[in-house]
Structure formats: C-alpha cells, structure tokens
C-alpha cells in the first residue's frame, strides 16, 4: 500500500516537473504578449526558479492594476548593489517589454554555466520591471485603432477631456523645462504636476528607497535605435558626461558586432530632441552614477510596429548592449574591491596593475 | 536652432534635413518597388539666408528598402531651405545623387504591378498596413510602398526645423476608379513627428503609372480617434 502511494507520489512529482518544462519550454519569446501573459509568465520565473526569483509589488497603476518586479540574483541577507531595468514606460513600444522578458530568460539560463553571469547573480540585484505603463499597454492592445497609444490612462478633467500623461516627463528632473505640452491631449503632456502618475511615483519611491544601492539605471524604449545619456535637458551635463558617452560608445560597438545594426550615442539635445523630466533624467538626478536609455529597432521602416520576425535579433544585440554596461560597472565596484581584499604586501595602482611575486589573479 | 556652420553628422539638425530630402526623393523616385531610407549622413552644414530662414547642405547616403541598411548605399548631396514666412510654407530642396538612372531594375515588377492592378473591375482596399505585430503580406507589400511614397509628399509638405516625420503605419487603402490610365488609392496614412511624438492622420488621394510615377492628387488632415477623448458626462 505504501509502496503504491509512494511510486503514485512520484509519477505526478515528474508530471508536475514535465508540465512546468513543457511550459517553460512553450513560452515563445519571439512574439509579443498582451498582458495577462506577461504576468503568468513573471509567476512562472519567480515559481521555477525561487533561488535566485522573488517578484515584488511596489507600486499600482492609474487604473490600480499592481506594478511589479522581478528581483533576481542570489539571495542575501544584506542589500546588495543592483540593477534596475523598465521597459513599456511608452505602451506602444512593444519590443521593449519584449527585451526585458529575453534579458530575464538569458540570466536565467545561463547563470549555472555562465560564469561572467553567475559573478553578477552574486555581486548585484536586477530589478526588472517588464511593462511599467501597464494601463497604456493594455490599451494598445484593444484593437488596431489604440496600436500607436503612448501614454498612461488617466482619465481626463473638466478643463480637459484628453486621457493620458507622457509618464516619460512626468519625473522630477527638470520637470516642464523643455519637450513637454501643457495641453492634456499632447502626446508629451508632462502631468498637472510632477509626480502627478502613480506609475511614476512608484518608481521614484523604489529608486528613492535603494538609492545608495542602485548602480545603473537601465530604460528601455524604441524606436530609432539610439543609446541616451543624461540630460534631456539642453546644456546641462551630466558631472560623469565623459564616461557615460564612453560607456554608451562600448555598448553600441557590442550591439554592432551581433547583426551589424548602428546604433547613435549621446544626449537627447544632441540626438533626438530636447526632453524634460525623464526617467533617465531622474536616476541621474538623484545620483544613480549610470543612467541609459536605450531605444531599440528600427529606424526607418516599421518604427513602433516592429514585426515579431525582428524580435529575437533585436533582444540578442540589446542584450550585448546592455551586458557591455552592467560588466562595466560591475568591475569598476567589484573587480577592485576583491583584488585589494586579497592582495597582501603588493604595490597596486589605480588600474589594477600589481607587481607582486606570490599575486594570484581571481580573474 | 542656433548652430550655423559645420553641423555634427549624428545630431538631429543634420538629420531632420536629410530627412527632408529623403521625402523629396522618394517624391520624384519612389515607386510601388522602390524606397528610399536614409543611412548615414556624411558632411551638413547651415546658414542663415539673407530672406530670412536657414538653408542646409548636406552629403548622406540612402539605401533602397528592398535591399536594407546593408545594402548599396547611393551618394546624395543636397540643398535644403526652410523658409522663414508667417504662414508654414514647405522647405525647397535641390538634391543630387549619383547613378539614380541606372537603377532600372524595378521596371518588370512595376509593369506586372500596374496590369494586375489597372483592370476595370479592380477593387482592392485594406486596413492596418502593417498589422499590430508588424505583418506586412506578399500583397500588401507595394501598397505600403506605394503609401510611403505617396505619404513624402505630405511629409515634405508638413515639414520644418522643428519636425521629423515618419510614417507609422497605413490605416487604410481603398482603390479607386481607375483614370487616365492612373492607378487610383485612396490612403489614410498615420505619420508619426518625433519631436512632438503625434501620430498625425492624413487622407490622400494618390495616382501611379510606371510611365508618370506617383502624383498626389488631394490631401486632408483627419482629427484625433474619438476615444483618446473623454466622452461628454
């Protein structure tokens, strides 16, 4: 009887572990998903990989639907230094949303064997936010009328029946300087106030709140394929301007090398046009050292609709894009550091350079 | 607006006006099978001009969608002017670029295009060019085209300093009765301008022949979708 039970117990432990592969396995990550999807999708990773997944709620839509997270690294008692990754702030940027659930399924696959990925599970946090403007994502997938919608879905006034705020100035950085609207039915209105949206103070709470913790700030948008440093505003400089276009410059070679696509590296001013209170703006604002933007495919045919056949090429350059960064800051803090602990009676310079007879390299 | 003299090739002055001479080119050259995009511009430059108004010249190369960014670039020059007038009047543009009567290859697939298409009883009309996932069928494909070219017009037209315009996608097509030995669309095209970030809708009537290329015959500006609006209480 016992013997039955038990072999009975384990035929459905490996149905069970077949039928989470099978949908592991099923989840096609070279097509777009509404939303629903996307949050089945986020249970799933934090379910089949609860080591190193936790998903957090940090903060509700307009239409109080929950934001969340992924945070995903190996576990730790004492904050780690992180990562901070959105996509979806504009909801017609499909492939964005698109990027950050093929950046979670690359960690996630490759941090056994991966030993670059695995130094980063160990060293950082990501916190990956997939759609962030969740009320406008799902709205542009109403039908092929609200396909091109940008904004989130705040209902509009009396003065102004016009839904929706650009969530993407709506940030306290520089608020209503310059590349905004004060009329409500712009496309780049900037909110009655900043911090007006919920889904902007939900993000400028959590950054508030790990802000000694948070290395890099990561954005991810289309189109036009460009890598943005602070600040949107003209004539203001960033104090590390020179290492971000640096950095930016080494991630858009990275990009360049996978399928030969050119990728523009600068501030907004000079590349795009003059924006006020960005995200991207306000993470290094509030002294997050290095705060990106990165707008994917295309440039100049589909624009917002990027077809699904596009999906993958673009997610495997972003995400060399995006590891050219993370590894640069994440040796700049954790290279150093472990050389100095375990380095003894050594002359080291500032790059790194030892002259030790008994130095034994970690890397 | 200010810089005057050597532009940087990578800024957004540069390529707003190569833009527009990208719209003018695609006006005179563009067809059901040829598209030009914009690659990379070279050399720019800008003065003020004693009328009033800024003229660019610049050096950029484009390449034809049917071959991509990857394929053989085509050397452009160009002089554009944005005119300095109370009312918007269109930017004039001067453009030169080299070997352009030897692409030829297009002729056999535009003629085969034109007598599908130009017989009495053809009535072709769709929506959502491309649909929301980016799908563009086999026969749709010179149609979008063709909304492309069709949409430079308006795009030179529309355009300023202060605009970059793309199309974003066709709402629809409707063939017309045929005229003149014209094939006849009616488009409604959405253009997207990136520094305002509208998507801006137009309705244009367009004709094309392999022999007269296409000609844009009227254009209206369409107001907002009604639900971007808060219905009255």
């Given at each position: 009887m016992k013997g039955s039970v038990i072999s009975v117990l384990v035929v459905l432990v490996v149905l069970d572990r077949l039928a989470s592969g099978l949908e592991h396995r099923s989840y096609d990550y070279t097509k777009y998903h509404p939303m629903d999807e996307i949050s089945a999708w986020m249970n799933q990773m934090e379910r089949e990989n609860p080591d190193v997944v936790s998903s957090m709620v940090y903060g509700q839509t307009y239409e109080k639907r929950n934001i969340t997270l992924l945070k995903i690294g190996f576990k730790n008692t004492t904050p780690k230094k992180a990562v901070w990754m959105d996509c979806g702030i504009h909801a017609r940027e499909w492939i964005a949303p698109a990027f950050c659930q093929y950046f979670v399924k690359e960690i996630l696959g490759s941090y056994k064997t991966d030993s670059n990925v695995n130094t980063l599970f160990k060293n950082l946090d990501f916190y990956i936010t997939p759609v962030l403007n969740i009320d406008g994502y799902i709205y542009s997938w109403r039908d092929n009328t609200t396909r091109l919608w940008r904004k989130s879905r705040t209902a509009g006034t009396e003065n102004?029946?016009?839904f929706g705020t650009d969530l993407n100035r709506n940030f306290p950085a520089y608020w209503g300087m310059v590349g905004i609207s004060r009329n409500c039915c712009s496309d780049v209105y900037n909110g009655p106030t900043a911090v007006s949206e919920p889904e902007t103070k939900a993000v400028t709470d959590f950054l508030g709140a790990h802000q000694n913790e948070m290395l890099c700030y990561l954005t991810i948008h289309s189109y036009s394929q460009m890598i943005?440093?602070?600040?949107?505003?003209?004539?203001?400089?960033?104090p590390n301007y020179d290492e971000l276009m640096e950095v930016g410059l080494a991630a858009a070679k990275a990009i360049s090398a996978v399928h030969g696509k050119s990728y523009k590296v600068g501030t907004p001013p000079d590349v795009l046009y003059a924006t006020s209170g960005s995200s991207r703006d306000f993470a290094r604002f509030i002294g997050i050292p290095y705060s990106f933007g990165l707008e994917l495919r295309d440039k100049e045919k589909y624009h917002f609709i990027l077809p699904e056949n596009q999906i993958q090429p673009s997610c495997e350059e972003a995400y060399q894009g995006a590891m050219s960064i993370i590894n640069y800051i994440h040796d700049k803090n954790f290279k150093s550091a472990a050389v100095s602990q375990t380095?003894?009676?050594?002359?080291c310079l500032m790059d790194l350079e030892?002259?030790?007879d008994d130095f034994k390299p970690l890397y | 607006m200010a810089s005057t003299g050597d532009l940087e090739p990578t800024h957004y002055p540069a390529r707003r006006a190569a833009t527009v001479a990208l719209h003018y080119l695609n006006t005179h050259h563009g067809s059901p099978?040829?598209?030009?995009?914009?690659?990379?511009?070279?050399?720019a430059s800008a003065?003020?001009?004693?009328?009033?108004?800024?003229?660019?010249?610049l050096d950029f190369s484009v390449t034809d969608w049917a071959s991509g960014s990857e394929g053989p670039a085509l050397r452009c020059s160009a002089d554009v002017l944005f005119p300095q007038t109370e009312r918007h009047s269109g930017p004039e543009v001067q453009l030169r670029c080299e070997a352009l009567q030897q692409i030829n290859r297009t002729a056999q697939e535009e003629h085969a295009f034109y007598q599908r298409y130009i017989s009495p009883d053809s009535a072709v009309s769709a929506r959502d060019i491309p649909d929301s996932y980016g799908n563009v069928s086999?026969?749709?494909?010179?149609?979008?085209r063709l909304a492309r070219v069709a949409a430079s017009f308006i795009m030179l037209r529309e355009s300023s300093e202060r605009t970059?315009?793309?199309?974003?996608?066709?709402?629809?097509v409707a063939q017309q009765g045929s005229s003149e030995e014209q094939l006849m669309l009616e488009f409604v095209v959405l253009l997207h301008d990136f520094p305002s970030q509208e998507i801006i809708q137009w309705k244009l009537l367009a004709s094309w022949s392999p022999d007269r290329g296409v000609r844009v015959l009227q254009t209206e500006w369409q107001p907002r979708c009604p639900h971007a609006t808060k219905p009255p209480n």
């Open positions: 102004c029946r016009c943005l440093i602070p600040y949107g505003v003209p004539n203001i400089s960033a380095v003894d009676n050594c002359d030892c002259k030790c | 099978f040829r598209v030009f995009g914009l690659q990379q511009v070279h050399k003065e003020d001009v004693a009328a009033g108004g800024r003229k660019y010249k086999e026969e749709m494909q010179p149609f979008w970059e315009f793309n199309m974003a996608q066709v709402a629809s």
